[in-house]
């Protein structure tokens, strides 16, 4: 499983349009793509529609999604919630 010095991303600009955010991630994997619509409550940010794309299904594993997330949070200053 991956640590949080592992991840590197970037908001892709000329991918993203109010109101979905295009993020592009650097992973021991390679590349990876996701596209949300971002929606902050408070400390809380939820991510609606998302899309993850990269170049061979299932690569990532669930697991190391997990810490994606955690690490977009952390860096965001968000809190991590279980749905």
Known sequence: MW??????????????????VTIRLSTPAGPLTVMAEPVVQGTTLLLNGVHVQDSTPNRIGAANLLVIAQVLMERHGSRWTRC
Do not use: G
Request: charged share 35%.
């Open 3 to 20: 640590t949080a010095i592992d991840i590197a991303f970037e908001i892709v600009d000329d991918l993203s349009d109010d109101p979905v």
